[in-house]
């Protein structure tokens, strides 16, 4: 089973940058699809990013659109979630996670998480 380590968030200010990184342990993150999350306080988790198992279909919400990136280093066996123009709504615990296939772009489509890392944007 795979392991899943966030790192990278903090507090920014309104359109300043982070870059969340997930490194994995135990598999190889090229066997999996790989998802990025985020659960504001009060709220569902709900989908920001993920790309399919062959790495070249890559998948946004919306709200993130254009914003953010999602890539991975197969070297490090780690995936990393650039964000840009960061707004004070962006402001949650970002997850990755893992899924065999992409069937999904919902929490229940992703099997191994991880334990997250808080990402905090001040206006």
């Known amino acids: 089973q795979v392991q899943l380590v966030e790192s990278g968030g903090g507090l920014v200010q309104a359109g300043g940058s982070l870059r969340l990184s997930c490194a994995a342990s135990g598999r190889t993150l090229s066997s999996y699809a790989m998802g990025w999350f985020r659960q504001a306080p009060g709220k569902g988790r709900e989908f920001v990013a993920a790309f399919g198992r062959s790495g070249t279909s890559t998948y946004y919400a919306d709200s993130v659109k254009g914003r953010f990136t999602i890539s991975t280093d197969n070297a490090k066996n780690t995936v990393y979630l650039q964000m840009s123009s960061l707004k004070p709504n962006d402001t949650a615990v970002y997850y990755c996670?893992?899924?065999?296939?992409?069937?999904?772009?919902?929490?229940?489509?992703?099997?191994?998480w991880g334990q997250g890392t808080q990402v905090t944007v001040s206006s």
């Open positions: 996670a893992t899924a065999g296939f992409l069937l999904r772009l919902e929490p229940c489509g992703f099997g191994s």
